[in-house]
């Protein structure tokens, strides 16, 4: 009898430490009832105090709804904007949907399915709205990239990839959103590995056509892989042959490593693409200009291509400062190609015995040094500091016998 007892005060202490614990549950959502009804911060933090015991208690641990009750109490406290709610506990709505993720988990019998993922639903939007104030207004990528990656979280849930998506819309609107953003955040923040991992999601998806792949580029040329940056660009390429972003990253690539041909050719796409782009103008007389004049003499144009390359640069440059007045790097480098040209006529002229012939080059050289004068001043006008524009005006003034303006540079050029 006496075993029997001692068995019986056993079973009885054990029930007695299950209601407890089902009672603590019952009383966490009693204060979350009485916070709904009065909201007083003070209800949930004694709603914490009792939930949080019977999320670890063997009796209660494994209750969908200990679980369920346990993120709308989070969920509540995020959704308060008060001082005393703020302080009961940090990232509640990440507590909220691990709770309600939980539920999930445990609930076999679907008993609280629907509303979990309606919940989930707004949880998704709530981190998302997080995750954009952090990036644009905060300016705090890694708690951006954080957030974002909770959007992702919660759109990859089994229970949410098998929801109706008519009935919730928004959420392929965050998953492409969130995604692009994260990777854009991760970018930002030099996180390459992070960054790359998105960036290629995107491109697996579709999302937002060659933007991805310009940014997979980038990371690429920034860890010095051209080979990998040139096969991303290439499969861009393929599939968005006129996306001018693709089109410029792969100029990008070809004026780097010197391959001109290549250069003009991109530029002409892009410049179609982007008719009023002053920047391509400019590049494309560059290259022009480059052409004419290569340091391999094997390279070196004949004088009726030299005349050609030499006019297609001084069009675009001149292209380029109509689109842009200001724009110094065009306006000088027309000066130049002048001045330039001006200059290696001088020099070939010395060798040249006929006296008519040497009158005639000599003044076509004068021409073209008078020519590049208004565009070296325009660029000086721009940039007072740039030294080879004051070399060249220095050179000008002294052959034009302008004392004044050759004294005013050339005290510049010492400073």
């Known amino acids: 009898m ?57 009796k209660t641990m494994l209750s969908a709804k200990t679980f369920y009750y346990r993120g709308l109490i989070y969920h509540a406290i995020y959704q308060d904007s008060s001082a005393k709610a703020k302080s009961i506990v940090v990232e509640p709505l990440t507590l909220a949907t691990e709770s309600y993720i939980k539920t999930l988990e445990l ?35 890694l708690k951006a990239v ?32 969130a995604t692009s953003l994260a990777a854009g955040a991760a970018f930002e923040m030099k996180d390459y590995e992070k960054a790359k991992k998105y960036f290629q999601v995107m491109i697996d998806k579709g999302y937002r056509a060659g933007r991805p792949y310009t940014n997979m580029a980038q990371i690429l040329k920034t860890e010095k892989n051209d080979e990998a940056m040139m096969e991303v660009i290439k499969k861009g390429r393929a599939k968005y042959p ?13 004026l780097s490593t010197g391959k001109d041909k290549e250069a003009e050719a991109n530029l002409q796409l892009a410049i179609s693409k982007d008719p009023n782009n002053h920047q391509l103008h400019f590049a494309l007389g560059s290259i022009y200009d480059k052409l004419s004049s290569p340091d391999d003499v094997a390279k070196k144009p004949s004088k009726e291509e030299y005349q050609a390359l030499r006019k297609k ?31 290696d006529i001088l020099k070939t002229a010395g060798d040249i015995k006929d006296d ?4 005639q080059e000599t003044k076509r050289a004068e021409a073209l040094l008078q020519k590049a004068l208004p565009y070296l001043e ?18 000008l003034y002294f052959r034009n016998g302008n004392e004044a303006k050759y004294a005013e540079i050339k005290a510049l050029i010492g400073k």
């Open 378 to 395: 325009k660029a000086h006008q721009l940039d007072e500091k740039d030294k080879n524009t004051l070399i060249s005006l220095k050179e």
């Open 356 to 359: 008519k012939l040497y009158d």
């Open 107 to 141: 609930d076999a019998k679907k008993e609280y399915f629907k509303e979990i993922v309606a919940r989930l639903y707004v949880a998704d939007n709530q981190f998302y709205n997080m995750g954009i104030k952090e990036y644009n207004e905060n300016k705090n990528n």
């Open 313 to 343: 640069a001084e069009t675009a440059y001149l292209k380029a400062i109509e689109l842009s007045p200001e724009y110094f790097n065009a306006i000088y480098n027309l000066g130049a190609l002048h001045f330039n040209e001006g200059g």
């Open 146 to 177: 954080e957030y974002f990656e909770k959007v992702l979280q919660i759109n990859a849930l089994p229970a949410i990839v098998e929801a109706d998506k008519a009935a919730m819309p928004y959420y392929g609107f965050l998953d492409t959103n």
């Open 2 to 58: 006496k075993s029997l007892l001692t068995t019986s005060a056993a079973i009885l202490i054990g029930g007695s430490a299950a209601m407890a614990q089902a009672g603590k549950v019952t009383s966490a959502y009693n204060y979350f009832t009485s916070y709904n009804q009065y909201k007083d911060a003070n209800d949930l933090r004694e709603a914490v105090d009792y939930i949080e015991p019977a999320t670890t208690n063997e």
């Open 242 to 254: 006129d996306d001018a972003a693709l089109i410029i990253e792969e100029l990008n690539y070809y």
